[in-house]
């Protein structure tokens, strides 16, 4: 009933910039929290940045150079992700805390996209 679709991910040297977006779709009523988390191999899965009412929140590794964003009127949210370091790579997924048309709430996530960022 609800599904979060993202894009953007690819392959980039350090150094370099990309920017991920994931939009939200289906049967929501309103959406609380949108974020993105990412796994590396061999990692637990760790939260980026993460976008509620008034307030935003980053990953220490990850400030001053990432900046997440949202379009309401769209259900997307954005990661601008600049000066990428090889750290940085992993598999992206994008989270949505969204109260459906039905009431219910729960977490929902996308289905992953790959950020390569090669020395």
């Known amino acids: 009933q609800v599904q979060l679709v993202e894009s953007g991910g690819g392959l980039v040297q350090a150094g370099e910039s990309l920017r991920l977006s994931c939009a939200a779709s289906?049967?929501?009523?309103?959406?609380?929290?949108m974020g993105w988390y990412r796994q590396a191999p061999g990692k637990q899965r760790e939260l980026v940045a993460i976008s509620n009412v008034g307030s935003t929140n980053y990953a220490d590794s990850v400030k001053g150079r990432f900046t997440i964003s949202r379009d309401n009127a769209k259900n997307t949210v954005y990661l601008q992700m600049n000066s990428l370091k090889p750290e940085d790579t992993a598999v992206y997924y994008c989270?949505?805390?969204?109260?459906?048309?039905?009431?219910?709430?729960?977490?929902?996530w996308g289905q992953g996209t790959q950020v390569t960022v090669s020395s």
């Open positions: 989270y949505g805390n969204i109260i459906r048309r039905d009431a219910i709430r729960r977490d929902y």
């Open positions: 289906g049967s929501i009523f309103s959406i609380n929290a």
